[in-house]
């Protein structure tokens, strides 16, 4: 036994009253840390009333009054929360102007959805977005310029033979031979 206590008498162990815990003896005290670790606990709570100590009424009556209500209010938001309004918002406002646009018919047609184009995983090359953009090398656009005379693709095709995006991914009989 360390500290030269003597074992406690099971039959003496009965609940103390909560005034013996308010200025316990030095004699309890000791008592109580020494053995209060190898005692079982009740499978019962017991609550009694601790007397408070002067100062604390007025955090006693807050308590009580935070608890009687029912509505929970909270004062600080979290930045991942405010970050995550933020980037709807902006995305709305993204997509709003982007049906509201007269330029990028093109890639329009490609991408209609600024949201789904975000989540698609796409490798952007030079020869990519000018192929999307209507600003590659294709006939119509170096005749806009003046570079060349006719916009029309050499395979003759369907739609007016004109080189457009369109017609190079669908109707083009070269570059349907190719692949």
């Known amino acids: 036994m360390s500290r030269g206590l003597p074992p406690p008498d099971p039959r003496s162990l009965c609940p103390l009253s909560s005034t013996e815990f308010v200025d316990p003896s030095p004699e309890q005290n000791s008592w109580v840390r020494h053995w209060g670790a190898a005692l079982p606990l009740p499978s019962y709570i017991v609550q009694s009333q601790v007397i408070a100590h002067d100062g604390n009424e007025l955090a006693d009556k807050l308590a009580k009054e935070a608890a009687g209500k029912d509505i929970i209010s909270y004062n600080r938001i979290p930045i991942c929360e405010i970050a995550q309004q933020l980037g709807e918002t902006s995305l709305k ?7 509201k646009t007269t330029k990028a ?43 060349i005379e006719s916009p029309d693709c050499p395979c003759g095709g369907w739609g007016g033979g004109s080189q457009t995006v369109d017609h190079l991914l669908f109707d083009c009989t070269i570059l349907q031979e190719v692949s």
């Not at 406002?93 to 049906?99: I, N, P, R, S, Y």
């Not at 959805?113 to 119509?140: C, E, Q, W, Y």
């Open 93 to 99: 406002k993204w997509q709003m102007q982007w049906e």
């Open 105 to 147: 018919h093109t890639t329009k047609e490609f991408f209609p959805n600024i949201k789904d184009r975000l989540n698609t995983k796409i490798m952007l090359t030079p020869n990519f977005t000018a192929f999307v953009t209507s600003h590659g090398k294709t006939k119509p656009y170096l005749h806009r310029f003046k570079i």
